[in-house]
């Protein structure tokens, strides 16, 4: 029989279910709404969609460096406990494996990326039924390596809590598949996981971004009592502080005191005789944005209890 949009319509509204699975749902039990529903259940796709609206904070922040992609993921679930089962474990690795053969545009692009008889999201939503959390891939970032004079490393820290991707360039495939280079790189993922950059040079800086901070700063000097005279002076210092905060070449390099970072990637440049240039970098934090749930065991106790 003809399954109208209305007869879907109906089903969602009761199960909660996503479109699609309602109307395989209402087909499979030629539009019996009442054995579409324990069709549903069966499925735990229903259980599922009412999971999804949880907050889910937990989960990892992993990598997977392959030929010539790397990619970098959050996945995301709702406790610890859960993100560290072996279903989980098989989540991530299917994620990261995925998106490097596919290398998708973007996360709606990669739930639609076929898994056995159906979709990403299908299979998402069975490990959530199965698991009985809500999860989610968050997040990913895709670096491909155009030749050999470009190379990549990544970095995961305090099991999966952050976790970093970076790409340079040298002038010959020699320099960069050597040693010293991937050492190099080395260096900078734990220098990205440390000290958080958000640019790579000054040159990044959103222009936006920096009138906002040059009029913070100028508001701040005038505020402080500094004579009209001095106060560009002020604001520049001020700036060239940010400057060394937020961008990667700018920043002190952490394995060596009162050396920048830059300074030290043009010495390991001058010992290998080539030009290094950094291409990229990408840096996620686990649950970083989200706003978790904050109620504690005995709050909830006694809202169970009404107490």
Known sequence: MDISAAMVKELREKTGAGMMDCKKALTETKGDLKKAIEFLREKGLAAAA???????????????????????????????????????????KRTLNLLAKEKPADLDTFLTLKVNEGTFEDYLKSMIAKTGENMAVRRFAIFEAKDATENM?????????????????????????????????????????AANPLYINRLEVDAQKLEEEKKI????????????????????????????????????????????????????????????????????????????????????????TNS
């Open 50 to 92: 009412k999971r999804a609206g949880r907050v889910a904070a937990e989960g990892v922040v992993a990598t997977l460096i392959e030929n010539n992609v790397g990619v970098l993921v959050e996945v995301n679930c709702e406790t610890d406990f859960v993100a560290k089962t072996e279903d989980f474990s098989d989540l991530v």
């Open 153 to 193: 490393t990544s970095y995961v820290h305090l099991n999966g809590k952050i976790g970093v991707l970076v790409k340079a360039k040298a002038d010959s495939a020699e320099v960069a598949q050597s040693d010293a280079f991937n050492e190099l790189l080395k260096d900078l993922a734990l220098q990205i996981a």
């Open 217 to 304: 700063y100028r508001v701040q000097a005038l505020q402080e009592g500094k004579p009209e005279a001095i106060v560009d002076k002020i604001v520049t210092g001020r700036l060239n502080k940010y400057y060394s905060e937020v961008c990667l070449l700018e920043q002190e390099f952490i394995r060596e005191d009162n050396v920048k970072v830059e300074a030290h990637i043009k010495s390991v440049a001058k010992d290998l005789n080539s030009n290094i240039t950094i291409l990229g970098f990408v840096r996620f934090e686990r649950g970083e944005g989200i706003e978790k749930k904050s109620d504690d065991l005995a709050a909830e106790v006694a809202k169970m």
